[in-house]
């Protein structure tokens, strides 16, 4: 159910399966509510990447129910209340594995892609 | 942050809130970079897309989706039945009655097989223990010393538990009864773990030494009632059996002893036995068997090792005393299978019981999966819906095994109400005996309660997946266009319902041919002959022993009182015998000697025998087939006689005429003077057996049964024998007076409870699947209004069209009886020893239950016969 339709097909849908890390990612600064994270993710892709906001939220959810991110209710000055997530210990940890995770797929992914650049490369 | 299922509607709330606040900042930012409100809004909406979906989508990893969907179905499908009364009833109560009769057979088989006395602790471990003989089928007793030699020897057992069921006459004030107690051993109560509320149990040493400890621990039934609860029993005397005892005990409330049958309302030590038991002091005789017990093994023994070390033991015994112990055994029996109280006679009873309530079950349900397929046709429009907007199929399922689980779930409860109700219910099979009704408590536990929700899910599962299979069917397209009564469900569906109905008929056709064949066997066993009258001659017990006579006493009272009850009018004979043929207790048993026979080596004949009267035979209708009955002058002067029945002369003497040889009985010689024709001893389904009698004035015993042939009924002759009892001795109470018809009748009245239960059992799945067969005739008659209209209009008569729906009906019928007939073939040779003279294949039964089957479904395929016959055709085609 995550990434359904083809709305936004002018920009790069997330990979699926990303969305969680980048989300963590982008928490590890700063504590941020729904909007400013979706923003955040977009400016920090330079206006590549574009979540979903169909998947942003279940995926706030899902990471909050494995207790990797936790939520709290902030009254904003002058708009309504929101809801900021935070990182949590855990969510950190698991973040650093991702990332490794992420890291070694990348380059085995690149080496299979430009087989030659590789062996220059490394 | 997690929220409870409860608490999900404010936890929706939050979300939206969220959502919403998301859709403000982005509005907020785009009427910041220049933006109208209007096109703001209108961005920001676009921008996050479907707000619901989102909203959905992040509620399903909230994770109690199922949850919330259980409630939503539970929901609807109160609706739905609340919406079709009739139906609802009709199908709780065909469940009610298939799961009660299952809870009730269960709550039977808890409080008489596996959990019968609910006070003692750890029943697990508990298991019977009795005697065995070479070439004896049964068990016998165990002799106290034998007992003790076990209880010395036997390093794997914790305790042996000695309970000996006895009746004795219990006078409070003015009032006497017959109540039943127990000889037990001293470590009794501790043993079994059940301590009294006020007083004390025994204490060790309490079971030695001859009527040396007059103690008596009493019931708290006994003690609210007839001693109305007194505070200050203990150490007040209570003559019992003649002899003053000083109760020292009270037992708490629910406690009714070891004895599956009877609540117990005393307790004696086993000191006391001669006390209560006729035949003299038994504590050092080797050779009276009379104790039953139970062990409790210590803890992580298994009954197979307990048997291998006792089993050791009595093989020891067996060659320390040759002359009491050869070809003696000991054997340990799980509780359920004790066979010396009503658990083992039940046993077989309660076993053909859960199979039959489980045929039970099958026929509700499949009576139930009727009604709901009938629905679900009703229901096809609205389904087909539900999947035409997107609803998974898997759902739909869920929605009807929902509704079948509501169903099953109050036919569940009606059920156990139902349980609840019968729990009591087997006694009233049983007659009272002495005027005092049996205790046979069903117990309705935790473990009858799970297999009764274990019961409900499988009918839950059973008639819900009916309609199922058939919604599966459902084809979109086709049921949208053409909602039309009569063109789906036309040939699949039909064939469910009668099969349905074929496996309705045929299980009721095996229940029906397994109560033919008990009720046959019951009609055998009640009168095939036992070898002596069983009219015109009525039996009773003066009891001589717990009024506490002595000996000169009784034979001088049992004198007078027999020339008496000569002297009334309508008496033809009279006559004392020690034990009445097929009653509870045990007979006398013997080593025996035979000049002239060498028994084989390892063994050691022992016959049991009977201590009677003169005109015992006469008295009794048991005829002499050579020799002479005993007289008068057969007593302690005369020369030692005996009688014995024609397997005996049989046996020992090969042929030869017995008469004037001689026989050794517990080491004393006795002359042969008659030979009796073979009767049944202590069952009705005995083989014949050696069997002989002695004189009673030869071998006295106080404890004797008075016989009387006569004309009158039991009533007419109680009244005349209280007056002359009381005349001799206004203190002693009588013991009903009955015929020996109703010592037959008694003596097999489990197989009556049998018969009684699978009739019934029986009758209800005959009721069941007769709705059954009407429900799916008059239905296909409903739906079929168009053809037979058609018929009709082609030249069909009336007659016809009834011919046509009958032989429809019946060609099920005829299809279920097959069915049920080839089961039934399989299924009856189950009914084992419950069968008496009658094959499990009798054709007589097979017969029977097919005329049954016949008329029923006749009676249920006649009306929708009659209104096919009635059909208007021109009203049918225009309809």
């Known amino acids: 159910m995550i990434g359904r339709g083809n709305r936004y097909q002018n920009r790069t849908e997330i990979l699926q399966g990303t969305l969680d890390m980048l989300i963590l990612q982008t928490l590890q600064w700063a504590p941020r509510h729904g909007y400013a994270l979706s923003k955040a993710i977009r400016t920090n892709s330079g206006e590549i990447l574009k979540v979903d906001t169909g998947s942003l939220y279940p995926a706030l959810h899902r990471l909050e129910r494995k207790g990797w991110i936790a939520a709290e209710w902030k009254t904003s000055e002058l708009g309504p209340r929101l809801r900021v997530y935070r990182l949590t210990k855990t969510g950190r940890k698991h973040l650093i594995s991702e990332r490794s995770r992420w890291q070694r797929l990348t380059t085995a992914i690149a080496g299979i892609l430009n087989p030659a650049k590789k062996v220059s490369e490394t | ?286 050779s009276a068997r009379w104790i039953e017990a139970y062990v409790r093994l210590k803890p992580g023994v298994t009954p197979r090792q307990g048997q291998e070390e006792i089993s050791a033991v009595a093989e020891r015994l067996e060659a320390a005393y040759p002359d009491t112990n050869r070809g003696r055994g000991i054997k340990l029996w799980p509780l359920w299978q004790t066979p010396f109280n009503n658990a083992g006679t039940l046993l077989p009873t309660l076993e053909i019981m859960l199979a039959v309530v489980v045929f039970v079950l099958l026929i509700a349900c499949a009576n139930v999966g009727n009604l709901l397929l009938v629905r679900s046709f009703a229901r096809r429009h609205e389904m087909t819906v539900r999947l035409a907007i997107g609803a998974g199929r898997s759902r739909l399922l869920k929605q009807l095994l929902t509704e079948g689980l509501i169903l099953s779930a109050f036919g569940a409860a009606g059920g156990l109400l139902v349980a609840y109700w019968c729990r009591h219910a087997l006694v009233l099979l049983f007659p009272a005996r002495g005027g005092v009704a049996m205790h046979l408590p069903g117990e309705i536990d935790w473990r009858v309660v799970a297999l009764s929700a274990g019961v409900c899910l499988i009918a839950t599962l059973l008639i819900g997946l009916v309609p199922a299979i058939q919604s599966a069917k459902i084809d979109l397209a086709g049921a949208l266009k053409a909602d039309s009564a009569g063109v789906v469900g036309g040939a699949g569906r039909a064939w469910v319902r009668s099969g349905l109905v074929l496996v309705q008929v045929s299980l009721s056709f095996v229940l029906l041919v397994g109560a033919g064949l008990l009720m046959q066997s019951l009609q055998k066993i009640r009168t095939s002959s036992p070898g002596f009258s069983t009219h015109g001659v009525l039996e009773t017990v003066v009891p001589l022993v717990s009024a506490g006579y002595d000996a000169p006493r009784a034979q001088s009272f049992q004198d007078e009182l027999l020339e008496r009850v000569k002297a009334l009018p309508g008496v033809e004979s009279a006559a004392f015998g020690r034990m009445t043929p097929l009653s509870y207790g045990s007979f006398s048993s013997t080593p025996i000697a035979v000049d002239g026979y060498q028994p084989p080596p390892e063994e050691q004949p022992i016959v049991q025998y009977n201590e009677v009267g003169p005109d015992y035979f006469a008295t009794m209708g048991i005829p002499l087939v050579s020799g002479r009955e005993f007289t008068r002058a057969d007593d302690e002067k005369a020369a030692l006689v005996a009688a014995v029945n024609e397997t005996m002369a049989a046996k020992y003497w090969r042929g030869k005429n017995p008469i004037g040889e001689r026989v050794q009985v517990k080491g004393r010689w006795m002359q042969v003077v008659g030979v009796a024709k073979d009767s049944k001893y202590e069952s009705v389904r005995e083989t014949p057996k050696p069997f002989f009698y002695v004189p009673l004035r030869q071998n006295f015993s106080r404890g004797a049964d008075l016989f009387i042939r006569t004309p009158l009924n039991a009533e007419t002759m109680a009244t005349a024998l209280t007056r002359e009892v009381h005349t001799l001795d206004p203190g002693l109470a009588l013991y009903e007076v009955i015929t020996l018809q109703e010592q037959v009748d008694r003596s097999t009245s489990p197989q009556m409870v049998a018969v009684t239960l699978v009739g019934v059992l029986g009758g209800l799945a005959l009721l069941l699947a007769t709705i059954g067969l009407y429900g799916v005739m008059s239905y296909a008659v409903s739906q079929s209004a168009r053809e037979l209209g058609l018929r009709m209009a082609l030249g069909a008569g009336s007659v016809n069209l009834l011919r046509l729906v009958l032989s429809r009906g019946l060609a099920l019928t005829a299809g279920g009886v097959l069915l049920g007939g080839v089961v039934a073939l399989a299924l009856t040779r189950l009914l084992g020893n419950l069968l008496y003279r009658v094959s499990p294949y009798d054709p007589l039964a097979f017969g029977s239950a097919l005329a049954v089957m016949t008329i029923a479904s006749l009676a249920a395929c006649f009306l929708p016969a009659w209104r096919a016959a009635r059909t208007d055709p021109a009203r049918a085609l225009r309809d």
Request: hydrophobic fraction near 40%; charge should be neutral; aromatic fraction near 10%.
């Open chain 2, 1 to 286: 942050m997690s929220f409870p299922f409860w608490r999900r509607k404010r936890r929706n709330e939050e979300l939206n809130e969220e959502i919403q606040a998301h859709l403000t900042l982005a509005e907020r930012e785009a009427m910041e970079s220049g933006q109208s409100q209007r096109e703001a809004r209108f961005s920001a909406r676009h921008e996050f897309g479907n707000v619901g979906l989102a909203e959905e989508v992040t509620r399903d990893t909230w994770g109690s989706r199922w949850l919330v969907d259980l409630s939503q179905d539970v929901r609807f499908g109160f609706r739905i039945l609340r919406r079709s009364p009739g139906f609802s009833a009709l199908a709780i109560l065909c469940l009610t009655l298939g799961i009660g009769a299952n809870a009730a057979v269960f709550s039977w088989v808890e409080g008489i097989l596996f959990r019968p006395y609910p006070a003692v602790t750890h029943q697990e471990q508990l298991l019977a223990i009795t005697g065995t003989a070479r070439g004896e089928s049964g068990p016998t007793g165990i002799s106290w010393p034998d007992l003790l030699d076990l209880r010395r020897n036997c390093t794997l057992v914790d305790s042996f538990i000695v309970t000996k069921i006895m009746g004795t006459t219990l006078s409070i004030g003015d009032r006497a009864e017959v109540t039943a107690g127990s000889i037990v051993s001293a470590n009794y109560f501790d043993a079994i773990g059940v301590h009294p509320i006020l007083g004390r149990g025994f204490v060790p040493g309490e079971d030695t030494g001859r009527n040396a400890h007059p103690v008596t621990v009493i019931s708290y039934q006994l003690w609210k009632g007839r001693f109305k609860g007194d505070p200050q029993i203990i150490g007040k005397t209570q003559r019992l059996s003649g002899v003053l005892h000083t109760i020292v005990g009270v037992m708490p409330e629910g406690f009714y002893g070891t004895f599956v049958g009877w609540a117990m309302q005393f307790w004696v030590p086993a000191s006391m036995e001669e006390t209560f038991g006729a035949g003299g002091y038994k504590l050092e005789d080797r």
